[in-house]
């Protein structure tokens, strides 16, 4: 299955600064996918980020908040913007695995935000 | 769009015994329904899925069944061990929308 990588690991940011995560896929993938897991919580999609074309953002989520950029068929970015304490979680890149059929995900292993 | 509701919230079994977790959604079009386990500082890593168009799909301790009338989709592991410790997640997604919706979770404890 593909392999993602993500960057940061973890972070500890201040309160009204702004964070890009990058999310790197051994293999070349149509659909990548942003998720948020807040402490002891579900997964919440953000945004879904096809190559080519701007990101669809779920209800709740804004582009000023978290863009969003899809360079090519293998990476991505995903900024939390002016970020506040609430915005402490972890943020997952997840990604259609070619190879295992159509829906079938992988997740990277997340990059966790803690706003102070 | 889809709703999916995931009981119960923690589970604790004695290792040897078997572990149910249940998940309702509530999109008919709904026909993929996928668990993840996620270990504490990983992301979630598929153990097994199911398409609408079968009952029921096991791979060695772990078995899925779907009831589609009813909307309902159950993860089951037997002869627990206490590397099965995690929380689990079901999900679901359907043609046409690849994103998937997650339950709330489940904390699996197996007690050694």
């Known amino acids: 299955s593909a392999v993602i990588s993500q960057k940061p690991s973890r972070d500890i940011c201040q309160r009204g600064t702004s964070l890009t995560i990058q999310c790197q896929v051994d293999?070349?993938?149509?659909?990548m996918f942003w998720y948020r897991q807040q402490p002891g919580q579900s997964l919440t999609l953000i945004a879904t980020?096809?190559?080519?074309?701007?990101?669809?953002?779920e209800s709740g989520f804004v582009i000023d908040k978290f863009p969003i950029s899809r360079p090519n068929l293998t990476f991505s970015t995903l900024t939390v913007s002016n970020m506040s304490p609430e915005d402490s979680s972890i943020y997952l890149c997840?990604?259609?695995?070619?190879?295992?059929?159509?829906?079938?995900?992988?997740f990277g292993a997340g990059s966790r935000l803690t706003v102070l | 769009g889809e709703n999916v509701e995931q009981h119960p919230s923690t589970l604790s079994v004695q290792e040897g015994d078997s572990a149910v977790i249940k998940c309702t959604y509530s999109?008919?079009?709904?026909?993929?329904f996928p668990w993840y386990k996620q270990e504490l500082g990983k992301g979630p890593q598929l153990i097994i899925d199911?398409?609408?168009?079968?009952g029921e799909k096991k791979d060695q301790r772990i078995a899925v069944t779907l009831n589609k009338t009813a909307k309902h989709f159950s993860l089951h592991i037997t002869e627990t061990q206490p590397e099965d410790s995690a929380v689990y997640f079901c999900?679901?997604?359907?043609?046409?929308?690849?994103?998937?919706?997650f339950g709330s979770g489940t904390r699996l404890q197996v007690q050694p």
């Open positions: 980020a096809n190559q080519g074309s701007e990101a669809t953002y």
């Open positions: 199911i398409r609408s168009n079968v």
């Open positions: 293999s070349q993938v149509t659909m």
């Open positions: 997840s990604v259609e695995d070619p190879n295992s059929g159509a829906n079938v995900l992988t």
């Open positions: 999109d008919s079009a709904s026909n993929y």
């Open positions: 999900a679901a997604s359907k043609t046409g929308r690849r994103a998937l919706t």
